[in-house]
């Protein structure tokens, strides 16, 4: 079946432009998390969807970044303004959440988005 | 604070060495514990994954990791290492929530020399 897509999967940008990145997650998948990796770095948290509503968004870095899932699936991650230190490889996970006490499902990764800001 | 360590930046190794990667984490309570890797041009993917029970878990490929809980750490191993172990790896710590963010470490690149 269809994994985690994500598009585009490079983007360049000048400094103090505006970018989107899409997320699709898998079918039937309800959570959805966006992390951030920087070169020689672990992926980074920054926010977390169950459904349309953010359950989490405690790793955005700063109101320049804003990421929504208006039908609890396709996630868009908006970043304003951008600046050079905002890049990195963006990458979207996809889960089930089943209520399953304190087990948690596995997180499906897609192959990330390489943003680049000259 | 939430974190995890992973000792090693990057293992050279042997084929059919024996390998043993490093991971300690600081979380509060109860956690999941993982090791994702990501191969050469590939996804993240995940290796394998502690909940509750066995400390000794087993996954994918050969590999396995023990959780002990007295030391916080979570270390990974595999008896013999081929050619296409050759990835990054990493530890991943997570809540006791069916849905949670992971805090990843920052990676141990592994080369093995064919």
């Known amino acids: 079946g269809a994994g985690v897509s994500q598009t585009p999967s490079n983007k360049v940008t000048e400094k103090g432009k505006y970018v989107e990145l899409r997320c699709d997650p898998i079918?039937?998948?309800?959570?959805l998390y966006w992390y951030r990796q920087s070169l020689g770095q672990g992926p980074e948290f920054l926010i977390y969807f169950q459904g349309t509503g953010a359950a989490d968004d405690s790793g955005l870095p700063n109101d320049r970044f804003f990421a929504v899932r208006p039908e609890g699936s396709v996630s868009t991650l908006k970043i304003q303004r951008t600046e050079r230190g905002d890049s990195a490889v963006y990458l979207c996970?996809?889960?089930?959440?089943?209520?399953?006490?304190?087990?948690?499902?596995?997180?499906?990764f897609g192959p990330g988005t390489r943003l680049t800001v000259l | 604070a939430q974190s995890v360590s992973q000792h090693n930046h990057h293992v050279i190794l042997s084929e059919a060495a024996s390998l043993e990667l490093g991971c300690n984490y600081s979380y509060g309570g109860t956690v999941n514990l993982f090791w994702y890797v990501q191969y050469p041009g590939q996804h993240l993917q995940l290796l394998l994954k502690y909940f509750s029970g066995d400390p000794l878990v087993k996954g994918i490929k050969g590999f396995e990791a023990e959780f002990i809980k007295s030391k916080f750490s979570f270390n990974l191993r595999k008896p013999s290492v081929q050619w296409s172990d050759t990835a990054e790896y990493f530890c991943a710590v997570g809540g006791y929530s069916s849905a949670s963010k992971i805090i990843f470490g920052s990676g141990t690149r592994l080369s093995i020399r064919p």
């Open positions: 996970a996809s889960s089930e959440r089943r209520l399953a006490g304190g087990y948690q499902d596995t997180q499906y």
């Open positions: 079918s039937g998948h309800t959570a």
